[in-house]
């Protein structure tokens, strides 16, 4: 939480297994993030079984590829679901 509020950063997904993992650590250096949804637009590498490791994430795979909006969308009603009080939209890939 940062200043009581609850942070959530969103991560549309496609293809991204290569840089993932840079792109979580570098969000999670800031040490204010509370939580980490990925939602992958259903990619033909490992995106969701990378992002299924990494602490503090929940992870979503639509079952077709969606596209950039509906990815967004996606990644917006989940968090508000998880009751973010703030959420940033950051690109893994």
């Known amino acids: 939480m940062f200043q009581n509020k609850k942070i959530i950063v969103v991560?549309?997904?496609y293809n991204a297994a290569?840089?993932?993992r840079k792109t979580y650590d570098d969000?999670?250096?800031?040490n204010i993030?509370?939580?980490?949804?990925?939602v992958d637009d259903a990619s033909s590498d490992e995106t969701a079984l990378i992002a299924r490791q990494l602490p503090k994430t929940r992870v979503y795979v639509h079952d077709k590829n969606r596209g950039y909006g509906a990815n967004q969308k996606t990644c917006y009603?989940?968090?508000?679901?998880e009751g973010a009080d703030i959420i940033i939209m950051v690109h893994p890939d």
């Open 27 to 30: 969000v999670m250096a800031q």
């Open 18 to 20: 290569r840089t993932l």
């Open 33 to 38: 993030v509370d939580a980490v949804i990925l």
């Open 11 to 13: 991560m549309p997904a």
């Open 77 to 81: 009603r989940m968090a508000l679901e």
